[in-house]
């Protein structure tokens, strides 16, 4: 079973209520097994290091950016999860990830990579 959540106390509450599974017809019987392997990107966990790519991207004079929740789960999530600031979609501009009909936009490919050089830039200088 693939389960998401936002926050780490959300993940606990759904692994407890698996946990706490009991079968209710005589004879049957409910065996759990695993647990979350993955930890949400808490967005609290990256507030200031995005909060610099939104400056970032008004001086560049970049598109807005805005902060997004998917429900996906990326090697991000680890990073994240070991208290690393982290942005999880700062590559390629587009639409449909991982679909039929996937696409980016190849005109913002430069622009993304000048974002991403100043904070780098910005986060060496402290």
Known sequence: MDVRAETVAEQARVDAAFGALRAHLPGASVEVK????????ESSSSAELFA?????????????????AVGGG?????????????????GAV??????????????AMAERAALLAALIDDVRAG
Do not use: C, K
Not at 52 to 68: K, N
Not at 74 to 90: E, H, I, K, Q, R
Not at 94 to 107: L, M, P, R, T, W
């Open 34 to 41: 695993g647990g979350p392997n993955r930890p949400p990107l």
């Open 94 to 107: 587009g639409d449909h990830a991982h679909a039929e009909g996937e696409y980016i936009v190849i005109s």
């Open 52 to 68: 610099r790519a939104v400056r970032l991207a008004r001086q560049l004079g970049l598109p807005e950016l805005r902060g997004v």
């Open 74 to 90: 990326s090697d991000g999530n680890f990073t994240a999860g070991v208290g690393v600031p982290t942005l999880d979609g700062m």
